[in-house]
């Protein structure tokens, strides 16, 4: 084999020991740093609506659980967060409206409307929490986000635990989603997690 034979070879080895890496880092990933089963907030993080503002299935799903988790006395407000990341709606409004259709008093909502990733989302919905003198949070989020979610949850000082929200309806490009998601967290394992480090 020659060098550029080599050098390919050692690119496909180079790649397949970053994705087993970061495959390696969701399976293992942090789901809680407490045994607390009550919290002082539910953070539901975000996901875009549809281009008409019509809130996602996945979005939909979301919301609904942390509706659930709240009606269970899990913790006596949500924290709704997300910006207008992927088109001109802002998530955290979306899905605030959603809450409140569900039937959660808007006093018990609180909207995070900057965030256009997750560090963002978890950064700026602790700085509610420190606002307001909140120390724990359960966050809600899809399966397949919340190892990832779990990762950057674990940099920040609160305590917290996760609770993924089970899809509505079987959902069409779960795989290819959590390939997605295998790809955010080897950009946030190499990358993201220092260059993108936000201080609450």
């Known amino acids: 084999m020659g060098w550029p034979g080599r050098?390919?070879?050692?690119?496909?080895?180079?790649?397949?020991?970053?994705?087993?890496?970061?495959?390696?880092?969701?399976q293992f990933a942090p789901?809680?740093?407490?045994?607390?089963?009550r919290f002082d907030a539910i953070i539901v993080l975000g996901y875009p609506a549809d281009a008409d503002g019509n809130p996602?299935?996945?979005?939909?799903?979301?919301?609904?659980?942390?509706?659930?988790?709240?009606?269970?006395?899990v913790a006596p407000r949500l924290i709704l967060s997300g910006g207008a990341a992927h088109n001109g709606f802002v998530e955290a409004q979306v899905m605030a409206r959603i809450a409140?259709?569900?039937?959660?008093?808007?006093?018990?909502?609180?909207q995070e409307t900057q965030a256009e990733d997750t560090?963002?989302?978890a950064?700026?919905?602790?700085?509610?929490?420190?606002?307001?003198g909140w120390k724990s949070a359960?966050?809600?989020?899809?399966?397949?986000?919340?190892?990832?979610?779990?990762?950057?949850?674990?940099r920040?000082?609160?305590?917290?635990?996760?609770?993924?929200?089970?899809?509505?309806t079987a959902e069409p490009g779960a795989e290819a989603e959590s390939l997605l998601e295998t790809m955010k967290t080897v950009r946030y394992l190499g990358y993201a997690q220092w260059a993108e480090r936000c201080e609450p």
Request: proline share 5%; with cysteine; hydrophobic share 45%.
């Open 7 to 26: 050098i390919v070879l050692a690119g496909m080895l180079v790649v397949i020991a970053v994705v087993g890496w970061a495959a390696l880092s969701r």
């Open 31 to 37: 789901t809680s740093n407490t045994n607390a089963q």
């Open 56 to 73: 996602t299935p996945r979005q939909l799903a979301r919301v609904s659980e942390g509706v659930r988790e709240y009606e269970r006395g």
């Open 100 to 110: 409140e259709a569900q039937g959660i008093p808007a006093s018990a909502i609180f």
């Open 119 to 121: 560090i963002q989302n």
């Open 123 to 132: 950064c700026y919905s602790v700085r509610i929490m420190q606002a307001h």
């Open 138 to 154: 359960e966050v809600v989020s899809s399966a397949s986000h919340l190892p990832r979610a779990g990762l950057i949850f674990s």
């Open 156 to 168: 920040l000082p609160v305590e917290w635990r996760t609770h993924a929200a089970p899809a509505l």
